[in-house]
């Protein structure tokens, strides 16, 4: 058949499903009275088949036919979807025939109908079971295949049942079924919804009873429908979805939906922001936009993620141009092609250059003149930087920190904002020591030139970011595992791009010169429990994807601190930043001026361990 004549009975079939219940019963009717004719033929045979009923067999027949129906009425049986029927239907089925078995029976003995052959009233229910169960089967069968062929042959369909009744699931069954899947049911805590129907859909019980196999019957994944819920709530229903050992998959987010980025019925996986177990901090824009709208922007590292993310959220507030200097030219062309989709009219600057260079940074802001810089280009990775790597640690996070910071302030910039880390608190790492001494770097430059506002912006781990944990998870996940953890015991602050990006931009509006600014970021995260999360959410059980321990790596801590004991910490207008003053410390531009010159190609790594740590040793305790 052409998929023409399959999409006609498509609509043929959705015409007659208003009255799916009535129709139900007159089949089971049917086919209960067709099986009680075929159990006389298996009893009596062809020759004596009808011969040798009584004649009052049509008014039992009449009566065996409503015993049944009175049975399946009273078991919902009409109610179910035929062409989800799986394990459960069947159990139904059983129960009413068995029913309506011994009461047929009853009745027939208690009236003496001694002529109606007790092998017909015995064998009848398991033929009328065969038959319920076959009708069933077939009609699933044909829907299956129905859809198959509309959806453009795919051989698997996907069965789901969906978490969430309200108005997104509604708009979820308007197109999902289009994609190849099939959804068995929904579940919702509202009581108000229980029994009703959605687009032809039973709502089957609350979100717990996700994990009832009977309630999820043949399904193959489970959908999180739920955009508008809270995180905690959101948090939850994953939970128990994870709990099912079937894949888990979810309508985007509201923020998704509301930027257009994507439509309720775009299935995704679950992504890094949907683990968060706290509500994604929402910060003052108002301020925002007085100091970016008609301002020259700068970003440099503009291509990476958080740089990428910034100039999203910078662009909604209308600069006047936008110049990103990115040393990756593959990121550079990336980010200007999404911008130029969303946001036509902004200019853009796309600037292949490297914060190393100071001369260049000098005549970049020479020329496009600044008025916020936001510094974004660093090297991050713990481990690899502290192996044979210290040297470009060292010129990318602290020299070029000053580069740009220097170039800035000559150029008569207001604001330049540091990305920084959680790891410059009490350093361990190259990493970190690097970062801490770029924050000392615009804490003595904030001193020397009072027309730019200096200041820093501490992160915990972004989720999603380049060579975060949750994406190495899933590549792991996705070969079949074991996914590797360091350590047990190991905890990360954690939070999502979105966030990052607007704590630097909140830092530029409300931030005075010299100042760290960091967000609360709720309570920590245990690694190990991110990983299981993932493995649950994947479909997969601890018995089939391991994970095993590796050991901390080079450079890295247990757990990660904010702020240093000694800092002093401030509130602010925003409930949930926070700022560290940090201490007037040592000289570090002699420091930086001792140093080999910053084109050397090569430093061993342990010079330049000893020359940061005589740094950090030679601060006051409260830097």
């Known amino acids: 058949m052409k998929r023409g004549l399959w999409l006609k009975l498509k609509a043929a079939l959705a015409r007659i499903r208003p009255h799916r219940e009535l129709l139900s019963l007159a089949i089971d009717a049917a086919v209960i009275a067709l099986c009680w004719n075929v159990t006389y033929l298996f009893r009596l045979g062809f020759e004596r088949w009808i011969s040798a009923r009584p004649g009052y067999d049509g008014w039992v027949l009449l009566g065996v036919v409503a015993a049944y129906l009175v049975a399946l009425v009273l078991l919902r049986v009409p109610q179910s979807l035929w062409r989800f029927s799986g394990f459960g239907e069947v159990k139904r089925l059983t129960w009413a025939c068995l029913a ?31 038959g319920l169960v076959l009708v069933r089967i077939a009609y699933r069968m044909l829907h299956e295949h129905l859809r198959s062929r509309i959806a453009g042959g795919h051989a698997d369909v996907r ?35 229980r029994r009703a129907r959605i687009a032809g859909v039973p709502v089957l019980g609350p979100l717990a009873a996700v994990a009832d196999p009977a309630v999820r019957g043949a399904a193959t994944h489970v959908v999180v429908a739920l955009p508008g819920a809270t995180r905690v709530q959101r948090r939850r229903a994953l939970d128990l979805a994870a709990g099912t050992g079937l894949p888990v998959v979810t309508v985007p987010s509201l923020s998704e939906l509301n930027s257009g980025k994507s439509t309720i019925e775009r299935l995704r996986d679950i992504e890094p922001e949907d683990l968060l177990g706290r509500e994604p901090v929402q910060l003052d824009e108002t301020p925002v936009a007085a100091v970016v709208k008609g301002a020259t922007v700068l970003v440099t590292g503009a291509g990476g993620s958080i740089g990428s993310e910034l100039c ?65 280009a660093a090297y991050k990775h713990v481990p690899l930087l502290e192996e044979h790597n210290a040297w470009a640690a060292l010129r990318n996070n ?24 959680d790891k410059a ?40 970011s380049s060579g975060s944990v949750i994406p190495k998870f899933k590549e792991q996940i996705a070969r079949g595992g074991p996914v590797t953890v360091t350590h047990p015991d190991m905890i990360r602050y954690f ?82 930043v926070r700022v560290a003053r940090i201490a007037k410390s040592a000289p570090v531009l002699g420091w930086l001026a001792r140093l080999p010159d910053e084109n050397a190609n090569y430093i061993p ?8 740590q005589a740094l950090l040793d030679a601060l006051p305790p409260s830097a």
């Open 100 to 130: 309506a078995c011994v009461l047929a029976a009853a009745v027939v003995m208690s009236l003496g109908l001694t002529k109606v052959p007790r092998a017909v009233l015995a064998l009848h229910p398991v033929v009328a079971l065969m």
């Open 425 to 464: 608190v009490n350093p361990t790492s190259v990493m970190g020591a690097t970062k801490r001494a770029a924050e000392l770097v615009i804490s003595q430059l904030a001193g020397e030139h009072p027309g730019t506002r200096f200041m820093a912006v501490r992160f915990g781990n972004v989720l999603g």
């Open 312 to 376: 999203r959220q910078l662009a909604r507030h209308a600069p006047a141009r936008l110049v990103l200097l990115e040393l990756s030219e593959f990121n550079l062309y990336a980010i200007d092609q999404e911008l130029s989709l969303h946001h036509p009219k902004l200019e853009r600057v796309l600037l292949i250059g490297d914060v190393k260079d100071l001369e260049h940074l000098r005549q970049v802001c020479t020329r496009w003149r600044p008025q916020l810089v936001f510094h974004a």
């Open 495 to 576: 939070m999502t791009t979105p966030e990052a990006a607007r704590l630097v931009l909140q830092a530029a509006a409300i931030g005075e010169s010299g100042q760290v600014l960091v967000l609360d970021m709720g309570e920590p995260v245990r690694i190990a429990d991110l990983a299981r999360d993932l493995i649950r959410l994947a479909g997969h059980t601890a018995g089939e994807i391991a994970i095993t321990f590796s050991g901390l790596r080079p450079g890295e801590k247990m757990f990660e601190e904010l702020l240093a004991d000694a800092d002093i910490t401030v509130p602010t207008r925003i409930p949930q």
């Open 159 to 193: 069965r789901a049942i969906v978490l969430g009744a309200g108005a997104a699931a509604k708009m979820l069954l308007a197109g999902i079924h289009e994609q190849g899947w099939v959804v068995l049911g929904l579940l919702d805590d509202d009581p108000a919804k």
């Open 398 to 421: 602290t020299l070029g920190t000053h580069n740009a910071a220097l170039a800035a302030a000559e150029s008569g910039a207001q604001r330049f904002v540091l990305i920084s880390t």
């Open 605 to 612: 790594d342990a010079e330049v361990r000893r020359s940061l």
